[in-house]
């Protein structure tokens, strides 16, 4: 009996160690026979699939709030470039408006018609005009809110140095 169980143990064995091999994993891909029947029994592949598609679903909503997120910011980013251009056309405007009024002082300066000291103080307002636009335009809409602001302003003091010049033009027609 004893010769018996030698011969057994090694059948015993190579069977313990086949069956070690299958130890089971909830892999499919690695999963053998008994492993995949355990695991299709035990419902871990319904969970695997289920936990795989739940990250599925929130990395699909992780992207369309990203998508949507990307949209208001190219909306904005184009709202942004509509507003510096408006911004950018009204200084092209203010410069050939206060070009016009230097040619206006230059004329009421030959003309003789107002003194001096009179056209040099427009010609200063004029010059610190063009500086603080000068400064606007090298900053952007986007870079300095305060910049429609500053614009306005610069508008406004165009107009009561152009209201000066006109006076002072009008001056010289009644003296003629």
């Known amino acids: 009996m004893a010769s018996s169980a030698l011969k057994l143990a090694p059948g015993l064995i190579v069977a313990a160690v086949g069956l070690s091999a299958c130890a089971q994993t909830q892999d499919p891909a690695r999963a053998g026979f008994f492993s995949g029947t355990a695991n299709i029994i035990s419902g871990t592949y319904d969970q ?85 636009r000068s400064y606007l335009r090298s900053t952007t809409a986007t870079a300095d809110p305060g910049a429609e602001e500053e614009l306005r302003r610069l508008e406004r003091e165009t107009a009561e140095i152009r209201r000066a010049i006109d006076e002072i033009m009008e001056l010289n027609r009644v003296v003629e």
Do not use: H
């Not at 598609?53 to 509509?82: K, N």
């Open 48 to 132: 695997r699939i289920a936990e795989r598609e739940s990250s599925l679903a929130s990395t699909r909503a992780t992207s369309a709030q990203l998508e949507a997120e990307l949209a208001s910011s190219r909306a904005e980013a184009s709202a942004l470039q509509q507003q510096e251009a408006e911004l950018q056309q009204r200084l092209y405007a203010l410069d050939a408006q206060n070009a016009g009024l230097r040619q206006q002082i230059a004329v009421a300066r030959q003309q003789a018609v107002a003194d001096e000291a009179s056209l040099r103080q427009l010609e200063s307002r004029l010059t610190e005009l063009e500086q603080r």
